[in-house]
């Protein structure tokens, strides 16, 4: 009976023992997904404050210092001035603070982005001096020869879809009527700043596309509100959205371009180049590599100037060094470019041992402060 009794004990013991180890695990990832939250906090809270000045230093010299671009948010730095030599020098070392910032476990970052920087796909049923060059430069990306892959594969419902389906099928998602559009890319790719029209209304049934899905559903009608409503589109899957969902946006004006001097992204600069009829015979096979090196030539200017000065070119230097090497842009291209820069994106993350808790913010700037028009916790 003794032996018997000791062995069920045992059993109890080593089961009671185990679930309190998984309670305190329990306990230890709820601690660290609170702090890891807060730490995204405070790192979004850092990246308005900075988008704020952003604001302010943009009235003063009209948009060529992106101060979210020179200032890191990231919290070594944070804890670098707030502790240590530096932390004394400056006199906020941690304790001193009230609230004690600085001696926190965990870490945080954020990475701002320009909304301006990217395509507007609400534009594309904008006035057609900007939805020409809006589809042509959507074209001119997802067209690119990388992609092309992409496109040769049919999709989960068997259909194949080209990049001017897709533009095609954005713009009748978004476009009031509900008869698909015709578009015509070619005479897009002649000249993308003609006055007439890309989309001339048709006589198919645009919701044709979704009829047939398994669970069928119809065109929105409307603008986009996320940039993750493009799922819905007839040819937009995950590598779609792996490869452009960060150069799409959908909170700009939909009446502007975007503005050319927040472009940081050579395959942006690329598909702007790409866009500009004059530069047609650079978008060759035959003349990428050397459009390529000019490309690599501009965001080392870029750096080098921002390094120095603090500045970017505005949209004159940068047309200005492209014309000294080659490719050039259109005047009615740079007449229709967005003057300012008051959306952004910011992705914010904060870390405690093995939890990470990721918060996502679209924050405009306006006249009496800052609107937040996206949020969402990953
Ligand atoms: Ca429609
Ligand atoms: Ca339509």
Redesign the pocket.
């Known amino acids: 009976m003794v032996l018997v009794t000791v062995a069920i004990l045992t059993a109890i013991v080593v089961d009671f023992a185990y679930r309190v180890r998984i309670d305190v695990q329990v306990a230890a990832n709820v601690r660290d997904r609170v702090r890891a939250y807060y730490l995204a906090r405070s790192a979004m809270n850092l990246s308005r404050l900075v988008l704020f000045f952003q604001g302010q230093v943009d009235r003063l010299t009209g948009g060529v210092v992106k101060l979210y671009q020179l200032i890191p948010i990231e919290s070594d730095l944070a804890k670098a001035l707030t502790s240590g030599e530096l932390g004394q020098a400056l006199g906020t070392e941690g304790s001193e603070l009230p609230g004690g910032f600085g001696p926190f476990t965990g870490s945080f970052h954020a990475e701002i982005t320009d909304e301006y920087s990217k395509i507007n796909v609400n534009a594309l049923d904008s006035i057609t001096s900007i939805a020409a060059p809006v589809a042509g430069q959507i074209l001119a990306l997802i067209g690119g020869p990388r992609y092309a892959p992409m496109f040769e594969e049919p999709d989960a419902d068997g259909q194949y879809t080209t990049p001017a389906d897709v533009v095609l099928a954005m713009h ?8 698909q559009d015709s578009f015509n890319p070619e005479v897009l790719a002649a000249d993308p700043f003609s006055q007439s029209l890309v989309f001339t209304p048709g006589t198919a049934a ?1 919701d044709s596309r979704y009829d047939m899905l398994d669970d069928p559903y119809q ?3 409307d603008p986009f509100f996320s940039v993750d409503e493009l799922y819905l589109v007839r040819g937009v899957d995950d590598d779609f959205m792996d490869a452009f969902a960060d150069k799409l946006t959908v909170y700009t004006d939909p009446a502007l371009l975007l503005n050319i001097t927040s472009v940081n992204d050579p395959v942006m600069m690329l598909s702007l180049l790409c866009l500009q009829p004059e530069n047609a015979a650079l978008c060759t096979e035959q003349g990428l590599p050397q459009l390529l090196e000019v490309l690599s030539l501009f965001f080392e200017f870029r750096n080098l100037m921002q390094l120095t000065t603090f500045t970017v070119p505005n949209k004159d230097a940068i047309q200005a060094f492209f014309q000294g090497l080659g490719p050039s842009f259109s005047p009615y291209f740079l007449k229709n470019l967005a003057p300012f820069s008051d959306t952004f994106s910011v992705a914010a993350t904060g870390e405690v041992g093995e939890v990470a808790v990721k918060l996502r913010a679209v924050l405009k700037n306006t006249g009496s402060g800052q609107e937040i028009i996206y949020w969402r916790e990953e």
């Open positions: 009748d998602w978004i476009d009031a009527d509900t008869t645009e065109n929105k009608n």
